[in-house]
């Protein structure tokens, strides 16, 4: 993809990025309401193409699915950074409330080599064969929201199912701060982690923009001449970031966000809030995006990928797969039919549950003890 | 997915299904073949939603891809089961000859058990660490077409690259035969091959009716007590056939077989030759789809899939992975975006020497010594 067009994506894909879980409007949206392309049952029919929701989805996925791409939830993002941030903080809250019921822990927080983290262990406490492992997180949100909010998201269910310390980065982002200023934070806390853990009992994941940053890091700790993790997630996100081919066509459509009918107004785009987090990242960077050098994805810890299929990343995360394989990488994928962009974040449908699962495992027999 | 709604799914797929490897057609196609929504580059466009060829490709695999979109070039099946046989057999025949330029080996034929098959082993020889080791294949072809051909198009680049014998199987076929006629001729060759063979040294793979019948004959296996191979290799299928989902809706429309437009006459569907192979199996039965028996997955050896994001399998190849992960098996998950069925039938696509690759070092890592 050209940079002109890569920049095009992304700023189409700005609010979804930004609302990082799921979904986000536009002005077309609300405009096209009552879009006949849009069946109340979630089915969208492009050109007479049907495709409606797969049967194989649990029943609480089909409902959410269903709502995300009838009532869009999510609403538009709004004016002024702190205020987006707040928004974002909203609904992160409310993903949070059910998982904290579901999930117990315990949230501290910490500094480390100068920089917030959270630390969540889980309230029955650490098990045994955990005491001397430890997972970093590093959360989504679009390089701009998601500190202390998202981050929860996706630690709190791993700390509590594989019973082990999870230390969520509260990174430098955008647009105060550009690239590499979040991998300049990861490494900070990396060094500190490394003095009381072996790295070979470390893991490092992310979602979304964290899955971008983990692969970041990876590529910043092998530059540095640190000792790789033991395992590493990019969930929702690719080593190219998260764009390029089928699914960054078809995730918007097929989630209810269709082009305007012809000689309908185009729609109009949320103003940005300053410089992208990633506006000083050159496309032929490792440091920034870690599949452009085949030497340095040879060198990556075995690596998990989570995705959708109409999650935008979702070609990405599938090509990343097969250079990490081809690059004699361990590598896996796991990608759910029908899910969307960060769908784990919704701890209530068993899809995310079954992902957990898979992470848990993943981490657990990757991780010396 | 309803019974109703499968066989209907299933008929619109049957030419797919019967070429195999890429594309066949309807009368539908050459109607629109001048149809707008297909560009000369490929790119299709659906209500404004435009899907091009991915960047990723390799330029073969573009080339290839655009080729199939806008050209078509497989034709429509032809009445009579002799014919289309014949037919078939031919366009395996293109694929034959680049193939066995590039993948030297000896094809005979022998008969194991009663049952025709090929046995092709590299010209070079057997790898000494191979000689206690034997691959299995069951061709692809819509359990119609693919004896002799689809098996030599998908054992000879396997034999050669793994410097291992393979053993295809000339299994019975519809119109004349029904289910589970091939999964008895299956278990047959088998049972014989245990006699010179360790179970563990045994791979069985497939692609479309091949990876269905993979699955397939793998329950049968466990249902006639017999020990399960070392591996598996589920290509081009899932463990519930091929259909459902986001791939099944979208995989015909992405490589320009259009809905025809408002007001066309629906295209005309070619003749059946006669009952189908699986008519005879019922939708509950775990030895036609063996995804409806969780106990029955947990005790599937280490498996493999292979597809990509155009193949109509895709979402059904994707929940199946899922499926047998969630039951504890190992499996592993391989895919290409806008790649299509059975896309490295095709062996001058670098995809598709990815794809064998991957296979090879699956096997080889999982087969014992």
């Not at 979630?42 to 269903?66: F, M, N, Q, W």
């Not at 230390?167 to 690239?179: T, V």
């Not at 806390?189 to 470390?202: F, M």
Request: charged fraction near 20%.
């Amino acid at each position: 993809m050209t940079m002109g067009r890569r920049n095009a994506v992304r700023r189409a894909f700005l609010p979804l990025l930004a609302v990082t879980c799921a979904l986000a409007g536009s002005a077309a949206i609300a405009q096209h309401a009552a879009d006949d392309r849009i069946a109340q049952d979630g089915t969208v029919t492009l050109d007479g193409v049907r495709i409606g929701i797969p049967g194989t989805l649990s029943p609480e996925a089909k409902a959410y699915l269903r709502h995300l791409i009838v009532d869009k939830p999510f609403g538009t993002p709004v004016d002024g950074i702190a205020n987006e941030r707040k928004r974002q903080d909203g609904i992160m809250g409310e993903f949070l409330r059910p998982m904290r019921e579901r999930y117990k822990v315990d949230v501290t927080r910490q500094t480390i080599a100068g920089i917030v983290t959270d630390v969540v262990v889980p309230a029955e406490g650490i098990a045994p064969q955990n005491r001397d492992r430890v997972l970093i997180n590093v959360h989504g949100g679009g390089f701009t929201t998601g500190a202390h909010s998202a981050a929860l998201v996706e630690s709190v269910p791993l700390a509590a199912i594989m019973k082990i310390k999870v230390i969520s980065i509260d990174y430098r982002m955008a647009p105060e701060y550009q690239f590499p200023a979040a991998s300049e934070d990861v490494e900070k806390v990396y060094r500190e982690v490394l003095k009381t853990y072996d790295h070979a009992h470390i893991g490092l994941y992310g979602c979304s923009a964290g899955g971008l940053l983990t692969a970041q890091s990876t590529a910043r700790f092998d530059a540095q001449g640190l000792p790789m993790p033991a395992a590493i997630g990019v969930f929702c996100a690719g080593l190219n970031g998260y764009f390029g081919g089928d699914s960054t066509a078809l995730a918007g459509p097929l989630l209810g966000m269709l082009p305007p009918p012809p000689g309908a107004a185009p729609p109009s785009r949320p103003s940005a809030s300053g410089p992208s987090y990633l506006e000083t990242a050159r496309a032929d960077d490792p440091l920034a995006y870690p599949i452009v050098s085949p030497d340095l994805l040879a060198k990556f810890p075995p690596t998990l990928f989570i995705t959708g299929t109409r999650g935008f990343e979702f070609s990405s995360a599938l090509n990343s797969h097969n250079k990490l394989t081809a690059a004699g990488v361990e590598s896996q994928f796991h990608g759910w039919d029908g899910m969307f962009h960060g769908f784990f974040y919704n701890s209530e449908l068993p899809e995310s549950r079954e992902a957990y699962d898979v992470m848990v495992k993943f981490f657990d027999s990757h991780l010396g003890k």
